[in-house]
């Protein structure tokens, strides 16, 4: 049975940093494409950012550009999501997301696995 396990969320300030941790259990973890989503109260589940098998490709939300960087190591099935300049509309829980696919992009129903999600809260 395939499990995914998110850390590293937490309490930060506005222009602030956190990095995101996703450890996937299972010997295939180096054949799913993974992706980041997020859901902040009364809102829709809403696709942040994904990364291919070999971590070759990668495709991002418009609005985490240039400040969010998806990565991961498949020597440790993790996958990573490296937050900077974060903002107070970033608050949300944060979920990990796995795929049998080599690559997905943002549709939910792209993906097969899902973590319980970690907290980001960023304050003004």
């Known amino acids: 049975q395939v499990q995914l396990v998110e850390s590293g969320g937490g309490l930060v300030q506005a222009g602030g940093s956190l990095r995101l941790s996703c450890v996937v259990s299972?010997?295939?973890?180096?054949?799913?494409?993974m992706g980041w989503f997020r859901q902040a109260p009364g809102k829709e589940r809403e696709f942040v950012a994904a990364?291919?098998?070999?971590?070759?490709?990668?495709y991002y939300a418009d609005f985490v550009k240039g400040r969010f960087t998806i990565s991961r190591d498949n020597t440790k099935n993790t996958v990573y999501l490296q937050m900077n300049a974060l903002k107070p509309e970033d608050t949300a829980v944060y979920y990990c997301a796995g795929a049998k696919r080599d690559f997905a992009k943002g549709e939910l129903y792209a993906y097969d696995y899902w973590g319980q999600g970690t907290q980001v809260t960023v304050s003004s």
């Open positions: 299972g010997r295939t973890f180096s054949s799913y494409a």
């Open positions: 990364i291919s098998w070999s971590g070759s490709f990668t």
